[in-house]
């Protein structure tokens, strides 16, 4: 396993109205992050908040290239990205203690957070496909090419690792620095990571690790 030090590259805000950053996600132009009873999108480069949407954001946000797919109150529901509409509802596998989500291999990725683990699941039904075990809490997911990354956040200490999507196992760990936390997770699909900052009202970004 490489193990590193992760290099934080920029933080954004914290934002106007926002105490908590819980998921977060990227639709290739504006960066997304739930803060409790809003969706709020912003713009990466100038950090400047762009959009908001009035729906229950508790954890997880993923995109599938075309909508927006929120954790809240045990359930996940896909939402109209524009309007924030919800469009249609599944139930989340962890029952209210789910974390992460993201869009991968046209399925949904969730973490459970102290179940530690990781689901792959149907996105039409809610269906466990699959489930990843892991040694620590699981906050934010994300794929990055044929990567499957996540965070954890146990105690003071964070890090985001990348893990075999078949077994589990750690294959190279990046530590954040101490009392810096990681509630969500998201990739820009190429050498950025947005990193949810919980309580702070922060996103950080952090560079990606090229091997």
């Not at 508790?58 to 939402?79: E, M, P, S, V």
């Not at 699941?121 to 990843?132: H, M, Q």
């Not at 990354?149 to 760990?173: F, M, Y």
Request: proline share 5%; aromatic share 8%.
């Amino acid at each position: 396993m490489r193990k590193a030090k992760a290099e934080i590259i920029r933080e954004y805000g914290p934002f106007p109205g926002c105490k908590n950053v819980g998921g977060v996600s990227f639709d290739g132009r504006n960066a997304w992050m739930a803060t409790g009873e809003v969706l709020m999108a912003f713009d990466p480069d100038s950090g400047d908040v762009q959009r908001t949407l009035d729906i229950a954001a508790k954890a997880g946000t993923a995109f599938d290239g075309r909508h927006l797919y929120q954790i809240a109150d045990g359930q996940i529901r896909k939402l109209d990205p524009e309007s924030g509409a919800v469009l249609a509802t599944i139930p989340a596998p962890g029952g209210g203690g789910d974390s992460g989500l993201a869009w991968a291999e046209g399925t949904l990725w969730v973490g459970q957070y102290t179940g530690r683990k990781i689901h792959q699941i149907d996105p039409e039904t809610g269906a466990v496909l699959r489930t990843i075990e892991s040694n620590r809490h699981v906050t934010g997911v994300t794929w990055v090419e044929d990567e499957l990354w996540h965070g954890t956040w146990e105690g003071e200490a964070s890090e985001l690792r990348r893990i075999d999507p078949r077994t589990g196992e750690v294959r190279e760990q990046l530590d954040l620095p101490a009392g810096v936390m990681v509630s969500g997770l998201e990739s820009d699909g190429r050498d950025r990571f947005f990193c949810g900052g919980g309580n702070s009202g922060k996103v950080r970004a952090v560079k990606r690790p090229r091997r």
